[in-house]
């Protein structure tokens, strides 16, 4: 089994920065890539960035510039550093990853979320 667990949310003023962390755990032999997702309410749950074992990064329009995706590959940890917050960057952020388990099973697991509001 693999458990990720993300951490850092919060609430933030407009303009503010806030750092989430996901440390992935269990059975690991490889992750491939890491993601974050981001949820707010009555929307679908949306890519924000995703960095592959190699660091090559890729993010979405609405981050790009304010947001940066980074790894700890010896700590299986994906970092997710976000400044200039804006109100619309409320949401629920997920994190998300790939690889293979010890014994060659591949796995996709999920975090179980951590909310972040901006907000005055």
């Known amino acids: 089994q693999v458990q990720l667990v993300e951490s850092g949310g919060g609430l933030v003023q407009p303009g503010g920065s806030l750092r989430l962390s996901c440390a992935a755990s269990?059975?690991?032999?490889?992750?491939?890539?890491m993601r974050w997702f981001r949820q707010a309410p009555g929307k679908q749950r949306e890519l924000v960035a995703h960095?592959?074992?190699?660091?090559?990064?890729n993010y979405a329009d609405s981050v790009k510039g304010r947001f940066t995706i980074s790894r700890d590959n010896a700590k299986n940890t994906v970092y997710l550093q976000m400044n200039s917050l804006k109100p619309e960057d409320t949401a629920v952020y997920y994190c998300?990853?790939?690889?293979?388990?010890?014994?060659?099973?591949?796995?996709?697991?999920w975090g179980q979320g951590t909310q972040v509001t901006v907000s005055s």
């Open positions: 998300n990853a790939d690889g293979v388990m010890y014994g060659g099973r591949w796995f996709d697991y």
């Open positions: 960095i592959t074992s190699g660091g090559s990064t």
């Open positions: 269990g059975s690991i032999f490889s992750i491939n890539v």
